[in-house]
């Protein structure tokens, strides 16, 4: 598909004509002419495919869809996952439910970041639908973590390709409480999902643009680094997503669903609606393990000191009894 501002494509939902409009520079476009309550035949679902690879994030607007049929539509793009942590409808546990409220306030989505990043294979892409939405705020924001990298000078884009990051659950562990059965729950699920590599740089599956793939909200170093350099580094890259160049901001409408590529893009959910209602309903589409870019020459860089490999004694240091 190219970056034209409208693009039309044929759909076997009662006839209609769906387009694809492009609303931000960067990142956003609009796909219109399809009811989602209807079946989309595949030549729909490959037009919206490429969409979404291309723009990062696509809006339907209007829709009004049940649970079910997000879900349906959803699954046309890949197997649904079930998060770990999130708050999913019991009787159907890919579907979250985000029901904020003066009594449930919403807790950890307002930080830039990708979705589950802690998996080794990370969410193909996220659908997040309106179902109630505050008089005032509640926008989500969204940043093109392409455009991110293409704004790096040479020499960083070169310092930071093959370099890997550890992403960890480390959002999650504040919900965990401090008696011996949470500890032990919390060392189960640290257990179920230790840290995890993924590439600094990662290459997009369909477009080939390369993206940056850190984010403050689940990676927490770059791997065989210095621990100051690792904090400086990550937070230069983190502040990548604060271009405004870079970003595109949703106001929601009633019945809007938004379906976004955590391949390329990351989000953050404004916190200014409280104590409002805010009714959201999520799906997650399965993933693959990302794909980096060649790493410079090891052999080339000079070190003050060498860093020893292998077994190493700790100086003597050991686990000690009580």
Same mark, same amino acid.
């Given at each position: ?33 399809? #009811? ?12 919206? *495919? ?14 009004? $869809? ?12 890949? !197997? ?14 890919? /579907? ?42 509640? #926008? ?18 070169? @310092? ?8 960890? $659950?480390?959002? @999650?562990?504040? $919900? &965990? ?13 640290? &257990? ?19 993206? $940056?793939?850190?984010?403050?909200? &689940? ?8 621990? *100051?350099?690792?904090?400086?580094? /990550?937070?230069?890259? @983190? ?28 989000? +953050?959910?404004?916190?200014?609606? +409280?104590?409002?209602? *805010?009714?959201? !309903?999520?799906?997650? %589409?399965?993933?693959? !393990? ?6 410079? #020459? ?9 860093? %020893? ?14």
């Amino acid at each position: 598909m190219t970056r034209s501002a409208t693009t039309a494509h044929n759909s076997t939902a009662g006839a209609d004509r769906l387009t694809v409009r492009q609303l931000g520079v960067n990142l956003g476009a609009l796909i219109e002419g399809i #009811d989602l309550r209807q079946p989309l035949d595949e030549s729909a679902c490959d037009a919206i *495919r490429a969409a979404h690879a291309e723009h990062g994030l696509i809006l339907f607007r209007e829709q009004d $869809i049940t649970a079910d049929q997000l879900m349906a539509f959803g699954a046309r793009f890949g !197997e649904l996952t079930v998060h770990p942590f999130a708050p999913a409808d019991e009787a159907r546990p890919a /579907l979250i439910r985000f029901e904020n409220t003066a009594d449930n306030p919403p807790f950890g989505t307002d930080v830039w970041h990708s979705d589950e990043t802690f998996r080794t294979a990370p969410p193909m892409g996220t659908m997040l639908y309106a179902k109630e939405i505050p008089a005032l705020g509640g #926008d989500t924001m969204f940043a093109s973590m392409a455009a991110a990298y293409d704004g790096l000078s040479d020499r960083m884009q070169a @310092f930071i390709s093959g370099l890997e990051a550890v992403h960890d $659950i480390k959002p @999650f562990k504040a $919900i &965990f409480g401090d008696t011996p059965e949470d500890r032990v729950l919390l060392q189960d699920y640290e &257990f179920r999902y230790p840290p995890v590599t993924h590439p600094v740089v990662r290459v997009h599956p369909v477009t080939g643009r390369k993206v $940056i793939f850190v984010n403050p909200q &689940f990676t927490i170093a770059i791997k065989d680094m210095d621990e *100051r350099e690792s904090t400086a580094l /990550l937070q230069t890259l @983190f502040h990548q997503a604060l271009i405004p160049e870079n970003q595109f901001r949703l106001n929601w409408g009633p019945g809007q669903l938004a379906f976004w590529d955590n391949r390329s893009v990351q989000h +953050y959910a404004v916190h200014d609606y +409280y104590p409002q209602r *805010r009714v959201m !309903e999520r799906v997650t %589409i399965a993933g693959d !393990e990302p794909v980096g870019v060649a790493a410079a #020459d090891p052999a080339s860089v000079r070190r003050a000191k060498d860093k %020893i490999v292998g077994k190493v004694g700790y100086g003597g240091h050991t686990p000690k009894g009580d």
